[in-house]
């Protein structure tokens, strides 16, 4: 369940920043979304984020 709700907020978030990225930039834009959300997805999951920012 919990890949399923990533996966939900990953093209939630992504839809979000489209909706504001004129033309061509939209590429870059959503390039650039999807690679800062792995980078913190990759971090969390090798146990190198933080734990004051978990919320479980």
Request: glycine fraction near 8%; hydrophobic fraction near 65%.
């Amino acid at each position: 369940m919990d890949v399923v709700v990533s996966v939900i907020s990953l093209l939630l978030v992504l839809v979000l920043i489209a909706r504001g990225v004129p033309g061509r930039n939209l590429l870059v834009a959503l390039a650039v979304a999807l690679a800062v959300v792995v980078l913190v997805v990759g971090i969390e999951r090798a146990g190198l984020w933080p734990d004051s920012f978990h919320t479980r």
